[in-house]
């Protein structure tokens, strides 16, 4: 071998390194964006490191039983609005989580209710009671 082709060939190496080393430092700088991002659709029902269920966002409400449903398991309440969720007054239709609130329940009665979304995309109501008067 030469020491030109010597120089030639120490000098393609060097290129390879270098070419191998940017490569694997800009794949490096780009895991921690990956990995960073938040939106990870069907995530929402893993469960966290201790074991526990993630628990679900729950909003709260108030309003009047506008009817009652028991072979459905529902109710459908005239509310206020709820802010947190950016909806304004309007009368909606609430699956009950338990169907043994069904029985302290009257059309016409003010609640307090707190519900969550389920997985169906619809809203239902976990915890409901009476507004005293």
Do not use: H
Not at 90 to 108: D, V, W, Y
């Amino acid at each position: 071998m030469t020491n030109e082709q010597f120089n030639n060939s120490k000098e393609t190496n060097m290129k390879r390194f270098y070419l191998t080393l940017i490569l694997a430092c800009s794949a490096a700088a780009t895991l921690p964006a990956y990995a960073a991002t938040g939106n990870m659709p069907g995530m929402d029902n893993m469960r966290t490191v201790s074991g526990q269920a993630t628990k679900a966002q729950t909003f709260m409400g108030q309003g009047k039983i506008n009817s009652i449903s028991p072979d459905a398991n529902s109710v459908n309440v005239a509310m206020g609005p709820v802010k947190a969720l950016g909806w304004p007054s309007m009368s909606m239709n609430f699956l009950l989580q338990n169907t043994a609130m069904l029985n302290s329940l009257k059309t016409g009665e003010m609640v307090n209710f707190v519900f969550a979304k389920d997985t169906a995309g619809g809203y239902v109501i976990t915890r409901i009671t009476l507004v005293r008067q």
